[in-house]
Every structure is written in C-alpha cells, then in structure tokens.
C-alpha cells in the first residue's frame, strides 16, 4: 500500500529502518564537523561520533518526550529558547558519561543541542519527514488496521475560527490574493461565502459561548460588572471561563460526544479539550469535573508538538523573525507617521509569537491528530490575525501577512483531512469583525473611565492612576471635549432640563459609597468596566438596575455630558416611567415602544441595533449606563475604549459583520443574526451530515460560588 504526500513522494512500507539508520549516519557525521569546528568540544576517539549519535538519537526520541510532559510551559513562555537549553542539560549529561568526551561547560552542550536539532531538521526537510508525511504514514497504518473493521463513513466537521476576521476584510483579502486558499475553494465551488450578523457584544466571549453552547445570555462584553458579587467577570479569567461555561453548558454543546476544543475560551462539552480556558484544572465546576475525567490534561496540545525537537528549532526561528516583523512593522508606521496607531513598545514584540506562531502551530498540530483519530467534529482558534490587528490595523500590511499564515495553515489541514478515517467537511469563519479608529482616550486625552469618574464627582487628583491599563495618559482634556460637556445637543438639553424641573440641579445630594469593594471605583459608588466599544457604568450604593430618574438625580451632569460627547455614539438606560430608553447626541428611542423623538440614535448601527439591545437590557447583569462608542459611517472609523487601532466589543461598521465559509452542500437561510443562530445553523449541519443528537448532562449544575471560591 502506497500513498503519495503534498511533495509527490512515494512512502512505501519498510523505509522506517533506512530513515532511521540515515538520520544516525548523518546525526555521526555531523558531530565529527562538530568536533572540528567547535571550541570546548571534542571527541578523541574513533567510535565516539557513533556512540554519542546514538545516545542523542534515544535522547530526543524517548527522553526528551518524557521531559516535555512536565516542561511545556518552559518551552512555550520563551518562545522555545527554554526547551534547549533543558536539551543541552541533557546532552552535557549524556556526554559526561561517554569515557574520553570533552566537552567543557553548559554553554557549549546547549550549542550542541541547537546544531543537532538544525541538523534533524534539515534531514526532515530534505526526506520530506514533516508533521504533514509522519501524519500520512500513520494514517496509512491506521487504515491498514481498520481494513477488516466496519469504517465511520459519517463525514466529520472541523471548524477553523480566524479570531476577529470580518467579512468586508476576507472578501477583499480574497480578491487581493492574501488568502488563496479560500479563493480556491470559492473559484471551484466547492464553498460559498455567508455574512452574519453579530450580537450586541460583538467579541469572543459572548460569540464563542453561544455558538459552542447555545447560549450567550447575560454575557455583556468580555469583561462586565456583577453588582450582587461586586465582581468583575472576565472570559480571559480561568475560573470566570469556568463559571461562564457552568452557566451555559447543558451537557449537549456542539462538541459534545467525541469533538475536541483546541485554543478556545470554552470547551463546548468537547471530551478532548487542550488549550481552552475554561478547562483547566482546578477551576473546572465541581458539578462538570467527572463529566471531564477523559479531558487531555492542560498542556497536552503543547507537549505533543514540542516533544519534536525539530518543532522546538523552527518555532523558536520562526518566533525571533516574527518578532523582527513586528518591530519593522511598527517602525514603519511611526515614519510614516500612519494613523491611528498606538504604542507597541514594551514586551508587545516578544509577546505577539505567543499568538501568530506557537499557538497557531500548536493547535494545527492538535487538529492533525485529531483528523488521524476520526473525531466526528474539532472546533480550533485562530488568534493570530484579531491580536495583530488590534496593534497594527485591521488591513494593514504586517496584518495581513499574519492572514496569509493561517491561511497556509488551514490548506495544510485540508490535505491532512484527505486522509483520515473519515471523510471531512472544513468550516472557516469568524467569531466578529473588528472596527478601525483611534482609541477613546488618544483622541480625547482621557479614558472613559476618568471621564465618567470626573464627571460624577471625583476630583482631578483622585483620577490619578485611573485607566492606566488602558495606555492612555491624563494629559489636559482637549476643546472638543471641552465643547462636548457644555451642552449644545437636542438630548442633552432635554436632559438638563427635567433635573432642572425636579430642582435637583443646584442640590444633588447622593448616596455614600460605603466601604470600597473588589473593583476598583472610579468616583465613590460608581464602577467602570470596559469591552472594546463598550463601557459600562455600574452605582454600587443601589441594589438592582439603577434607573433614569435617579441617575438625574443623583448625578445631574453624567448623561448630558455623555451623550454630547463626541467620541459616545448611544447610551442605553432604564427609565421607570418608558423602560429601556436609547438616547444619542439628537434624539432617543423608547424600545418598549419603539417610539422615536428627534433623530433616531441607532440610525447606522445596523438594521437588528433596536432589537440586539432591547435582548441586552433584560439580563440580569445589565449595567445602569450601557455607552458605545461613536461610529462615523463615512470614514468608517469608531473610536474604541481599549488601546486598540482595530476593535471590536460593540456595534458600529465591520466589527459586527463576521464570516462563515461552508461547503456548498450545507446551506444558510439567509443571514444569521446573533451568536445563538450559529449553534443552531451548525448543528442542523450535524444532524444533516448524520451524527447523533447529545445526550446532555442528567445531574444538576452546582452553586457559582463551587466555581468562584476555586
């Protein structure tokens, strides 16, 4: 039985021995150069090279895997340097061993190590020994095995997500040639092209949620405020991940029955997870715990792909050129003077690999061998392409370049798929798009947070140090500010007037804060919290959701303030007398009625905005102020909380608009609207393709403070 591999090289059976005994003929010649050419190491004997070649050889094949069980992490926080120089321990202590070796400090075994590794990797290269063969030759005995059993004909499904790629962005990177494979796909027919429509959280968190687990009910960003705990959730938290997904899962996720979740905030009652926050260990509920006793451990996606000292080396290149790209990239646009642009300084450059090159290789690796393994339906991140576009912008050229990787990545995948045990279906799409602008706080000279906080009363000198997560500094607020909280729009005039007729405005008394909290307040009594486009503010002295009337009167000068502001688009508030009530600059909208007064604030955020944030105001954690940022349709810009360039989190232009790209015979009923339409579009495709529904989960789900007290 033969095969033929990407290279159109034959693999026929017994060439395992001829490989091996090659790969030591060279491993022996390439420590005799090395005993020639360098210092501090020599071998003075004939039959050393042969001996130390081999002891390498059961080194990295046996040991080293052994190893990399409980040091993945070594390997992955520097970039792969930490993983050789655990290699030269090695070697200096195998060499050590060898009578007549010398070999004379650490140093010069860690070079080694790297020179052997080049040497194992130019071997694989020039044999055509790569992840995608090795995959190929397993699976051709895989398939020899299975030849008298009855095969899983069930096509699978793998769903590649390309974290905040929206769908104004891949057409046109399709169209300009950053993304061939999917223009292949498209230009053969084979896939078609759907938009979606995202909720009014428009980022992972709440995306990732509902489609993986049905539901994305009162998640309001990727972090928000819960009064009754004085909490701030995070989806980037592991044990808020790990109530999140407690909230949400029945047992009956997309994942559920044999599916794997690689590099995912949540686990989509995947029995194969790696990589997923909401999974690791300790943090997972108690009521879930031996539903996952079958779970890769944390770490395993790691280890599986730095056991290859090979992988080690060229991750360990390919990050040090990556961090080049970034440092060119950024310096270029400070030439250029390209705007916007932010700060990327600091450790950004050394932190970026983590997203565009090891885990994108890492979760590649995973997915391969979960192909090789017949699992029925993998769904992977991709994060590389929303983490540069937030520093670089959303189509810039260093972006873009990151995309044509993953792209690279997922045909690498759809040859792997070709030879599984079962036939696959691949699926690309987006969690959200993203919105270009300049940040709040660059453009304005605050944060949202000291704007809010000034506002409501807390002095200048109290404001320091606020929003310093943000990079923003609290530089003089600019005349455009200055002209916004004066007051010259229809609403905020309205606005003054009714604390006026309550003869509030010249004696405002307010409520005390009490004792500070968990969160960090912003003017006592009042919490901030952020997601991209959207800030939210939260009166801690109130019980429940604060309303309109009270806000007047306790704080006269916030809502005029904010709503004339030029950088708030829309705020969202409760009203006691209208119910949720959207106020812009020059109208507002009762959504209970849906009656309009002056301009309509939600005009240009999109045709589903009215309803989108009627659903957002019935959650239970619902902040008393909701505010997104501004959206200018004719420049297509919005300026974001965060200190982003490309932002997502809210509604305004592309950052609501993902992508799915599906295979033809799966079709769409027009565009879906909301995360929760996904789950219940992917799974029709299950069931179409013939998997079995879920079971689900029959014990009860447990008390969040199992979740918050791990």
């Not at 005993?35 to 070649?53: E, I, Y």
């Not at 589903?608 to 105001?617: C, F, W």
Request: proline fraction near 5%; charge should be neutral.
């Amino acid at each position: 039985m033969t095969t033929t591999s990407r290279n159109g090289r034959l693999l026929r059976g017994g060439r395992t021995l001829a490989r091996a005994v090659l790969v030591w003929a060279v491993a022996t010649g390439a420590l005799r150069l090395l005993d020639v050419w360098l210092d501090g190491f020599a071998l003075t004997r004939w039959w050393q090279p042969t001996v130390c070649a081999l002891m390498l050889g059961v080194l990295t094949a046996v040991v080293w895997p052994l190893v990399m069980r409980i040091a993945w992490a070594v390997a992955f926080f520097t970039l792969g340097v930490g993983s050789f120089l655990l290699l030269g321990a090695g070697v200096l202590a195998i060499f050590k061993t060898i009578p007549g070796v010398e070999i004379d400090n650490f140093e010069t075994a860690v070079v080694v190590a790297i020179a052997m590794a080049g040497v194992g990797a130019l071997i694989s290269s020039l044999l055509a020994v790569d992840e995608d063969e090795i995959f190929f030759r397993r699976a051709v005995r895989r398939r020899r095995k299975r030849d008298q059993a009855d095969a899983d004909d069930t096509p699978g499904v793998l769903f590649l997500q390309i974290d905040g790629l929206g769908y104004d962005t891949v057409r046109r990177a399709v169209r300009d040639g950053d993304m061939p494979t999917f223009a292949a796909w498209l230009e053969n027919g084979t896939h078609t092209l759907t938009r979606w429509h995202t909720d009014w959280s428009s980022q992972t968190g709440a995306s990732v949620c509902a489609i993986l687990h049905g539901s994305n009910h009162d998640i309001l960003g990727f972090r928000w405020y819960e009064k009754d705990r004085d909490h701030v959730m995070a989806c980037a938290h592991p044990s808020d991940a790990a109530e999140i997904e407690r909230r949400h899962s029945d047992g009956r996720g997309l994942l559920s029955g044999d599916g794997a979740s690689r590099g995912n905030l949540f686990s989509g009652d995947a029995p194969h997870v790696s990589l997923t926050m909401s999974s690791i260990p300790m943090l997972v509920p108690k009521g879930l715990r031996g539903k996952r006793r079958g779970r890769d451990r944390v770490g395993a996606g790691y280890y599986a792909y730095f056991a290859n000292p090979v992988n080690a080396l060229r991750t360990l290149v390919v990050a040090l050129i990556d961090v080049g790209r970034e440092l060119s990239a950024a310096s270029k646009q400070r030439r250029a003077d390209v705007r916007p642009r932010i700060n990327r300084g600091g450790l950004y450059p050394l932190a970026r690999p983590g997203t565009t090159v090891i885990a994108r290789d890492v979760v590649v690796s995973a997915i391969i061998e979960d192909i090789l393994a017949g699992r029925p339906v993998v769904y992977a991140d991709f994060l590389g392409y929303d983490e540069v576009a937030h520093h670089s912008g959303i189509e810039r050229f260093d972006t873009l370049a990151v995309l044509r990787t993953i792209d690279q990545q997922i045909a690498r995948l759809h040859r792997a798929s070709k030879l599984g045990p079962r036939p696959y279906r691949i699926v690309a799409l987006s969690d959200h798009g993203q919105t270009q602008g300049w940040a709040f706080a660059d453009r304005f000279g605050e944060t949202i947070e000291a704007l809010v906080g000034r506002l409501c009363g807390t002095s200048e000198a109290d404001m320091v140090g606020h929003g310093k997560r943000r990079q923003a500094e609290g530089w003089q607020i600019n005349a455009a500010l200055a002209e916004a909280t004066s007051g010259g729009g229809l609403i905020a005039r309205r606005l003054r007037s009714r604390v006026e007729q309550a003869e509030c405005s010249g004696d405002h008394p307010r409520t005390s804060s009490g004792k500070p909290g968990e969160v960090t307040r912003v003017a006592p009594g009042v919490v901030v919290v952020v997601s991209g486009h959207v800030a939210m503010v939260s009166f801690t002295d109130h019980e429940g959701r604060v309303e309109l009337e009270t806000i007047e009167r306790e704080f006269p000068e916030l809502l005029p303030a904010l709503v004339d502001h030029p950088g708030v688009g829309f705020l969202l508030v409760r009203s006691a007398e209208f119910g949720p009530v959207v106020f812009g600059r020059d109208g507002l909208r009762r959504l209970a009625t849906d009656v309009v007064i002056g301009d309509d604030p939600l005009t240009g955020y999109g045709p589903h905005a009215a309803d989108l944030i009627q659903r957002v105001d019935t959650f239970p954690h619902c902040a008393d102020i909701m505010i997104n940022s501004n959206y200018d349709p004719e420049s297509d810009q919005a300026s974001p909380f965060e200190p982003h360039v490309g932002s997502h989190g809210g509604m305004g232009g592309p950052q609501a608009r993902g992508f799915i790209l599906h295979p033809r015979e799966l079709g769409t009923d027009g565009e879906p609207v909301g995360a929760e339409s996904l789950h219940k579009l992917f799974r029709g495709w299950l069931t179409t393709l013939g998997h079995p529904e879920p079971a689900g989960r029959e014990t009860e789900s447990p008390e969040p403070s199992d979740v918050v007290n791990a």
